[in-house]
Structure formats: structure tokens, C-alpha cells
């Protein structure tokens, strides 16, 4: 029974991830909007560092996704096969 304790950590652990996942990538959609902010008032030099950090963010935070679907998916096959 010393596993089942461990593996409850473990899900948390995914838990996490993916709310840091859907965190980073609302961030990144937020820097978006000022970018379409600054370019709306023609400001096209202060907007292209904010694209580039909120491309950044933004697959930071899909990556986070991808990594924790992943992880569930593995776990939960591993609960099937064995």
C-alpha cells in the first residue's frame, strides 16, 4: 500500500502542470492583446519584443500542457497494464 501514497503525489504533480500550462498560455494570449494594442496605435517598435515574449510564453504554457497530458495518459495506462 506504501505505492498508493506515492502515486497520488504523483498526479498532483500533473495537476499542477497543467494549471501552470493554462496559466502561461492565458499569459501569453494577455501580451498578445497588448501587442494588437501598441499596433493599433502604431507603436510597431515597442510591440515586436512584446510578440516575441508572448510567443515565448505562449508555447511555454502549451509545452506545460503537453507534459502533463502525456504524463496522465502514461499513468493511466500503466494503471491498465499492470
Not at 497588448?34 to 515597442?46: N, P, V, W
Amino acid at each position: 500500500m506504501d505505492g498508493v501514497g506515492e502515486m497520488e503525489g504523483r498526479t498532483m504533480n500533473f495537476w499542477w502542470r497543467e494549471v501552470a500550462g493554462w496559466v502561461l498560455v492565458l499569459i501569453g494570449l494577455w501580451i498578445f492583446l497588448m501587442c494588437f494594442q501598441y499596433l493599433s496605435a502604431t507603436q510597431i517598435f515597442e510591440a515586436w519584443p512584446a510578440a516575441l515574449v508572448g510567443i515565448i510564453v505562449f508555447r511555454g504554457g502549451i509545452h506545460l500542457l503537453k507534459v502533463a497530458v502525456a504524463a496522465r495518459v502514461c499513468m493511466q495506462a500503466g494503471k491498465k497494464g499492470g
